[in-house]
């Protein structure tokens, strides 16, 4: 480290002083916590043993030691007692500084440096301590701000002896970093390429970097600091599953309870019941929980704005205390780093796939090498492609897919990979869908980790934002449905992508028989110039939201393989102009709604009051109402959609005889 840009970044910084002690420790005792907050020790009397995380110190009076948040401090005295002050502090980059202070911030967060060292000039810095140690104790507003600037003279004095010593600190490695980012902002959206770019390294080896020192990928990291984070809130407060899912980075509560059950093995709700059952009789009821988050099992500080609890010995406002509840509730939230830190071998990692293997897995793990078979025909074609031609083996084995899941199983390919957003939501392809394809990501922030670790022939996207990165790994295809005016082509595109001509013609052939089926199945219960209409009144306040066939939920089923009729407005309005939907007010239903409808509903969310003008409705006074759950249609590709004419046609024929 360069002293004078350390002393330069905490000159652009902003500093709050959290806590200021002098500590004894009897002859032969000992003292071991995780500090909860950056924070300098300056030991002042008596000999003995200093652990800073791994790393050993013996020091004999007037020793330093600075060391960051989450650092694992064990000091044992010798013959003689210990005495030493210790000063927590929290430091934050100021949002003015410059980008290139900025960048030395984040490779060299100066609040996070561990060092230590024998000063030369020890009773300068003794003088500084002291003086900040009496004003912090008196506990008054002037004598507390003015802590500060002794704290600020101690800094100076500390750099100057450690510049002119040619003392090097020991620089956190980029993983330490790493982790350290994602501890602070788990809340917020993490990428493997937005990791990438702020540590300025390539995606591949920071990734490699990271599974090799901790046995699981960054994201995998993210995801398991998150849902040891939901734990907590789940059994220290009142909070909605809705609620835990925003506070920890997700805004789909869907997805985070379906992640949370992998991860953990039930649901949230059955997680919080279980613990709340086996923890209810306990005196110290987070004991058994916290220990459970990792190998150590230390003393811990404990920060809280009125009382600051060690177990000390001595003669200056020595503190005692006991671990009660609230020691081991906060020691939880200071153990989640370490705890996700050791376990690396977990069982989590297991339930993420092949990215989250076990340390000493090599990176060419049998489970993700393509097998013999995939590797006997090696040849290559090319395909036309709206990002021109493009180079793909002739007979791909390994496909990963983010988006058009239906087309690809149509054509009898099963994914190494897929968006979680499409195994999860596209339901009636489940049946198809063995529990051997990979999770890759939420849409819209796919991992390409993921993608990287399945090594794939080939990838099927939608998205021509993510080409470049695709194509880095594997020949990529974009796929746009919207240039296919059938489903019959959409399905022959991709057979000729997969070289699966044959399997799509197949495909295509039983498509014609199974939509007659469904048409001849509603023929004679639906006249043949009634209208239909696709509402959702469940997600929207305040409006109605119509479905036109353009989108998922059921219009693609409805209008286009059905061949039912839209109502006028629907055609015009939405239909014609190529929309998903629209939100009208329920003073205009009656224009949108026609002689039948089929309405959308959430599993567990109550349908809102409705109001008169809905209740009016021929459709509705006649019964003819259809009911869809959303989860189940909310796709709209090839596969699904058929899937879903088939059902809805069955819902209409139950309804028409339970109404004679």
């Known amino acids: 480290m360069n002293w004078e840009e350390y002393i330069q970044m905490w000159d652009h910084s902003s500093i709050q002083l959290v806590d200021i002690r002098q500590i004894v420790i009897s002859s032969g005792g000992k003292q071991q916590y995780h500090l909860p907050v950056s924070g300098f020790i300056y030991i002042v009397q008596g000999q003995g043993s200093l652990w800073l995380d791994d790393d050993i110190h013996i020091f004999k009076r007037f020793y330093l030691l600075h060391a960051g948040k989450g650092s694992r401090i064990r000091i044992e005295a010798g013959q003689d007692e210990v005495t030493y002050y210790y000063i927590l502090y929290r430091g934050s980059m100021s949002p003015k500084a410059s980008k290139e202070i900025q960048k030395n911030y984040l490779m060299n ?116 600091a998150r849902m040891a984070k939901a734990k907590e809130l789940m059994i220290r407060t009142d909070a909605t599953a809705q609620e835990i899912a925003s506070s920890v980075g997700y805004s789909d509560v869907f997805y985070f309870t379906r992640l949370f059950k992998k991860q953990v093995g039930m649901t949230p709700g059955q997680y919080k019941k279980k613990m709340k059952e086996s923890l209810g009789d306990s005196d110290s009821p987070w004991e058994g929980f916290v220990s459970s988050m990792g190998k150590h099992s230390s003393t811990c500080y404990v920060i809280d704005d009125n009382h600051y609890q060690y177990k000390t010995e001595g003669d200056r406002q020595m503190y005692r205390g006991t671990r009660s509840k609230m020691v081991l509730t906060l020691m939880l939230c200071f153990t989640l780093m370490l705890a996700a830190c050791t376990n690396g071998n977990s069982s989590q990692n297991n339930s993420q796939g092949s990215a989250g293997g076990n340390s000493n897995q090599s990176a060419e793990s049998t489970q993700n090498m393509p097998t013999n078979e995939a590797k006997e025909d090696t040849s290559m074609r090319k395909v036309s492609t709206v990002m021109g031609e493009v180079s793909v083996p002739a007979h791909p084995k390994r496909v990963v897919v983010d988006w058009d899941l239906g087309p690809v199983l149509a054509v009898g390919v099963t994914p190494v990979g897929a968006s979680s957003t499409q195994m999860n939501f596209a339901k009636f392809l489940k049946p198809y869908l063995p529990d051997t394809v990979q999770d890759i990501g939420l849409e819209g922030s796919i991992s390409l980790e993921k993608v990287l670790d399945l090594t794939p022939d080939i990838i099927i996207t939608w998205n021509t934002a993510a080409y470049e990165s695709y194509s880095k790994i ?102 014609d102009k190529k929309e998903d939907r629209i939100e009208v007010s329920w003073e205009t239903v009656n224009d949108y709604v026609g002689d039948y409808v089929i309405v959308l509903s959430v599993e567990g969310k109550e349908p809102p009051k409705l109001p008169v003008t809905w209740t009016s409705l021929d459709a509705v006074k006649n019964h003819h109402v259809i009911e869809i759950e959303m989860e189940k249609y909310f796709a709209a590709d090839s596969f699904s959609s058929l899937l879903q004419a088939e059902d809805i046609a069955d819902k209409i024929t139950k309804m028409a005889a339970s109404a004679k």
Do not use: C
Request: aromatic share 12%; glycine share 4%.
């Open 474 to 575: 594997a020949p990529t295809v974009v796929f746009e449905t919207s240039k296919y005016s059938t489903i019959q082509e959409e399905i022959t595109a991709m057979g000729d992508i997969l070289g699966r001509q044959e399997e799509a013609k197949k495909w295509n052939e039983d498509f014609e028989k199974r939509t007659e089926a469904a048409r001849n199945k509603i023929r004679n219960v639906i006249p043949k110039d009634a209208t239909i209409s696709i509402v959702d009144y469940i997600t929207v306040d305040k409006f109605l939201m119509v479905i036109g066939n353009a989108g998922e939920r059921g219009g693609r089923a409805t209008y286009d393989i059905l061949g039912l009729n839209p109502t006028p407005k629907v055609k015009s309005e939405i239909i």
């Open 109 to 224: 967060n100066p609040f996070q440096l561990p060092y230590a060292y024998q000063p030369l000039a020890p009773v300068n810095l003794y003088r500084h301590v002291d003086s900040m140690y009496e004003e912090w104790n008196r506990r008054q507003v002037f004598e507390r701000f003015h802590v500060k600037i002794f704290f600020y003279q101690f800094v100076y004095t500390l750099v100057q002896q450690l510049k002119l010593q040619g003392v090097t600190s020991k620089e956190k490695d980029m993983v330490e970093e790493i982790i350290q980012y994602i501890h602070e902002h788990f809340n917020e959206s993490i990428s493997l390429e937005s990791l990438a770019e702020q540590w300025n390294y390539s995606i591949q080896y920071l990734s490699k970097q990271f599974k090799l020192r901790t046995g699981r990928s960054p994201i995998e990291y993210v995801i398991q």
